[in-house]
């Protein structure tokens, strides 16, 4: 079953090819016209899905859908339609000596597989970048989210019909494992596939997949206090990086800071409180939180609160000597996603910026913007974590690869 509807996904996937920005772009505005106008359908099929989660679980907040978010997810949509074809773009010309012609263009990788766990949202911002850089896509969602992943894939396809696009463009398989299996190993049908999720799901589809894969998604990120930093600024940054949405991938897990301003922590920590945010804080930056932090919420930090993805109101604090070993911290601990100093020094953020093996390096900003439409890119397909084809968030042009076109006048060669 899963190899049929894999191989109805590659052959529509052709049709794609045929199809000019300007359809792209109206398809894919009246699918977001279509999800507002049935959100009513959309959420009573979450509310499904959020019967069988427990609210404590972390990843209630990535499977809750309300109207707001429903019409975050349709401007993102929409914005995506606005963008440019990152498609036939001229990457390199060049006439050889015999006067043939090489070109190097833009082109869909084809299809495109997407592994995700509870978060909804996902689906449209898949299906509308492949859709606009001419790729089929392949939707794995999880069985938390299996209710409100078909509704919205119901939306997608009523659309895709009633424009004559077949809708096996747009696949949704079943969310049991034999699934996972199928899509990991389908060479020849499959051309990459793109995981977002836990560090467990990323591993899995490392270590299992044949077909080529982009990681995406486990982020461990920290910021780094530095001597020289504004307090005013690090209060802010620090709140709103943990605090803004702690479900996600850019929140920050663990604050570096350096020993001459922990007499600065409670206030740097003030807002946290008001979030119920767990600290595990090492000796020296419990002992400067004792009494100023609540009693409830301060807990010693032990060797399990350093590299963990805490995805819930928890946060490690680390005390430092030096931004060498803040450095050394974040290269020991870091998933190479997102880090970001809080500093008033040139010289501290240079070097900050050069050591930083991440996707993402900011300086006296907040790691809640590491996101494809807070970039500018209208959506996101995923934070990639590595460095081949693509790093940091995936938008159009990494969902494309190239080819070379070839022109001349008859020449052979000798």
Do not use: W
Request: glycine share 8%; proline share 5%; charged share 20%.
């Amino acid at each position: 079953m899963i190899n049929e509807l894999l191989q109805q996904t590659l052959a529509a996937s052709r049709q794609l090819v045929t199809l000019d920005d300007a359809a792209i772009n109206r398809i894919l505005t009246d699918t977001a016209s279509a999800l507002l106008s049935r959100q009513a359908e959309v959420l009573a099929a979450n509310a499904e899905d959020l019967r069988r989660m427990d609210p404590a679980n972390p990843k209630y907040d990535r499977l809750k859908l309300t109207e707001e978010r429903l019409a975050g997810i349709a401007g993102d949509m929409k914005n995506v339609a606005s963008l440019p074809s990152p498609l036939g773009k001229l990457l390199s010309e060049t006439t050889r000596p015999n006067g043939m012609v090489i070109r190097k263009v833009t082109v869909p990788f084809g299809v495109i597989g997407v592994i995700y766990e509870a978060r909804p949202n996902v689906t449209f911002d898949v299906f509308s970048l492949c859709f606009k850089s001419g790729n089929a896509c392949v939707l794995k969602g999880g069985s938390d989210a299996d209710s409100s992943n078909r509704a919205l894939v119901a939306i997608i396809h009523d659309v895709l019909a009633g424009q004559g696009i077949d809708p096996a463009v747009c696949t949704l398989l079943p969310p049991d494992r034999e699934a996972t299996t199928e899509l990991l190993n389908a060479v020849g049908l499959v051309d990459l596939i793109i995981p977002r999720g836990s560090s467990s799901l990323i591993n899995f589809v490392r270590d299992h997949a044949r077909v080529p894969v982009i990681e995406t998604g486990a982020g461990i990120c920290h910021t780094y206090f530095d001597k020289d930093g504004d307090k005013e600024k690090g209060r802010e940054i620090i709140n709103n990086a943990k605090t803004r949405r702690v479900s996600v991938c850019n929140a920050l897990d663990c604050l570096i800071v350096h020993r001459d301003r922990l007499g600065d922590l409670p206030y740097l920590c003030g807002k946290l409180s008001g979030s119920n945010v767990v600290i595990y804080a090492d000796e020296p930056a419990f002992a400067a939180l004792s009494g100023h932090y609540p009693a409830a919420l301060l807990q010693p930090a032990t060797s399990d609160s350093f590299g963990t993805e805490f995805l819930d109101y928890k946060m490690a604090i680390r005390t430092v000597s030096s931004l060498d070993e803040a450095l050394q911290h974040i290269a020991r601990y870091s998933s190479k996603h997102s880090e970001s100093i809080v500093s008033e020094s040139p010289e501290a953020i240079r070097r900050f910026q050069q050591m930083v093996d991440a996707a993402c390096v900011y300086a006296n900003v907040s790691t809640a913007f590491t996101d494809g439409a807070q970039f500018g890119f209208g959506a996101e397909i995923g934070i990639s974590t590595q460095k081949l084809h693509a790093r940091g968030p995936m938008a159009l042009p990494e969902l494309t690869t190239y080819k070379y076109i070839i022109e001349g006048d008859g020449q052979i060669r000798k």
